[in-house]
């Protein structure tokens, strides 16, 4: 399989890289939300993210009326936690999506980039033995912002850019498409709330229009 291609050469660089004990914060979360469950006449797309999706999604759904069933899987989790694929399985085993718009890299700073991108490669995995048909899109995790002055990144979007790469990387091997939601926003400090990492109305609303729009043309 073309999954195997890459899995392969990846675990010899790194491996002892996949985490064997989840690495927890103070606060552990996972909000799992179906809309039109019932229904089937047109496709269903889900959105995993973490509180950044879950702030866009909203604006996804309202665009898509018509035209899709939104769905949300947004958690705390990282990739990288050794228990993350038993909550997105779950999920694929009980509907159909027809795509799948994927972003994972603000939460997990316990685990080591090479932690990240094993755990990213065996959702990927997980995903495409799951739910095959269905069109998987990567979305850039966006930056963060110094909370006394939000012209400024924090220095913790230096990982960010790290991992994003490292996805980065990884699409382009399984030819995946990129909804790069850092270079939207990252000219645009006026669309970050006051704590540096969410979106104001404004910035929750450009984020809605560029999701709803990738997954438009990956619609079946």
């Given at each position: 399989m073309?999954?195997?291609t890459i899995?392969?050469?990846?675990?010899?660089?790194?491996?002892?890289a996949?985490?064997?004990?989840?690495?927890?914060?103070?606060?552990?979360?996972?909000?799992?939300?179906?809309?039109?469950?019932?229904?089937?006449?047109?496709?269903?797309?889900?959105?995993?993210?973490?509180?950044i999706?879950?702030?866009?999604?909203?604006?996804?759904?309202?665009?898509?009326?018509g035209?899709?069933?939104?769905?949300?899987?947004?958690?705390?989790?990282?990739?990288?936690?050794?228990?993350?694929?038993?909550?997105?399985?779950?999920?694929?085993?009980?509907y159909?999506?027809?795509?799948?718009?994927?972003?994972?890299?603000?939460?997990g700073?316990?685990?080591?980039?090479?932690?990240?991108?094993?755990?990213l490669?065996?959702?990927?995995?997980?995903?495409q033995?799951?739910?095959?048909?269905?069109?998987?899109?990567?979305?850039?995790?966006?930056?963060v912002?110094?909370?006394?002055?939000?012209?400024?990144?924090?220095?913790r979007?230096?990982?960010?850019?790290?991992?994003n790469?490292?996805?980065?990387?990884?699409?382009?091997?399984?030819?995946?498409?990129?909804?790069?939601?850092?270079?939207?926003?990252?000219?645009?400090?006026?669309?970050t709330?006051?704590?540096?990492?969410?979106?104001?109305?404004?910035?929750?609303?450009a984020?809605?229009?560029?999701?709803?729009?990738?997954?438009?043309?990956?619609?079946?």
């Amino acid at each position: 399989m073309k999954l195997l291609t890459i899995l392969i050469p990846l675990c010899f660089l790194v491996p002892f890289a996949v985490a064997e004990e989840p690495v927890r914060e103070r606060i552990e979360w996972i909000d799992v939300w179906v809309t039109d469950a019932d229904k089937t006449a047109l496709p269903r797309v889900l959105l995993v993210g973490d509180s950044i999706a879950r702030g866009y999604f909203g604006g996804v759904e309202q665009q898509l009326a018509g035209k899709a069933y939104c769905a949300r899987l947004t958690t705390s989790k990282c990739v990288a936690d050794p228990t993350f694929n038993d909550d997105l399985k779950s999920l694929l085993k009980q509907y159909k999506f027809s795509v799948i718009h994927f972003n994972n890299g603000l939460h997990g700073w316990g685990y080591s980039e090479d932690q990240y991108r094993a755990g990213l490669l065996n959702t990927v995995d997980a995903v495409q033995q799951q739910a095959g048909d269905a069109r998987l899109i990567w979305a850039t995790t966006t930056p963060v912002r110094e909370t006394t002055d939000l012209q400024r990144f924090a220095e913790r979007t230096a990982r960010v850019k790290v991992r994003n790469q490292l996805a980065a990387e990884i699409a382009k091997a399984q030819h995946l498409p990129t909804d790069d939601l850092f270079e939207l926003v990252q000219g645009r400090a006026e669309w970050t709330s006051g704590d540096g990492v969410h979106f104001n109305g404004d910035g929750n609303e450009a984020l809605a229009r560029q999701v709803a729009t990738i997954v438009l043309e990956n619609l079946p």
